[in-house]
């Protein structure tokens, strides 16, 4: 289940950070720092996201 969990983590943190980058820069936030924030926030609010999809999926099989 970990590989899988990983594999989704790849797909799910990229994602998750661009949303969080295209929220930051729409909330008038344009510099370096708050951009960096957003984009840590996005890839660490993917790791519990990918490991609960990945038991999901482990589950039905």
Request: hydrophobic fraction near 50%.
């Given at each position: 289940?970990?590989?899988l969990a990983l594999v989704i983590y790849i797909l799910a943190g990229v994602t998750?950070?661009?949303i969080f980058m295209i929220a930051a820069l729409t909330a008038g936030y344009d510099t370096l720092n708050p951009i960096l924030i957003a984009v840590a926030a996005g890839a660490i609010a993917a790791?519990?996201?990918s490991w609960m999809v990945a038991r999901a999926l482990?589950?039905?099989t």
């Open positions: 289940m970990l590989r998750l950070a661009g790791m519990p996201i482990s589950s039905d």
